[in-house]
């Protein structure tokens, strides 16, 4: 029996399968080129410190209670910090994390790591206490069982 003789629908579904991969290529290139316009679209509202290289004029600092209400930025972490961009010259605010809370954070974290540490070290302990009592009180019943 020559090859391929049994499969006669073989070349056509090479056909269709080659046909298919360019489709789903051809997808692909027209989907990065949609995704491609709309990156340059909306790089125009980004702020510059994305985009472009700053300079810190004022250090991280935290935010004023009116400084909270006015400007967007101070919200994700309390502090703001004041940039200049290098290109456009334009001076925006920018979001940070000061020293003094990241070691807040640090201090929390590692309180919370050693409270679960002693939570699970007395379950150990516990655990091992009761797996004890069933031992003594297997190898007990054996020697009575004698």
Not at 4 to 16: E, I, K, S
Not at 17 to 27: D, E, H, Q, S, V
């Amino acid at each position: 029996m020559p090859a391929g003789a049994g499969r006669p629908g073989l070349p056509q579904g090479r056909h269709l399968c080659w046909l298919l991969c360019a489709f789903t290529l051809k997808l692909c290139q027209a989907e990065a080129l949609v995704q491609e316009e709309k990156l340059s679209a909306s790089t125009s509202n980004l702020p510059c410190w994305l985009v472009e290289e700053f300079v810190v004029a004022e250090e991280c600092s935290p935010c004023s209670n009116f400084r909270v209400k006015t400007t967007p930025e101070c919200g994700p972490t309390g502090y703001v910090e004041k940039i200049t961009c290098s290109s456009s010259k334009r001076n925006e605010f920018k979001s940070c994390r000061s020293a003094l809370m990241e070691q807040r954070l640090f201090w929390k974290f590692e309180g919370a790591v050693v409270c679960v540490a002693l939570i699970f070290a007395c379950l150990v302990i516990i655990r091992q206490r009761q797996l004890d009592r069933r031992a003594l009180e297997k190898v007990r019943k054996q020697i009575e069982s004698i």
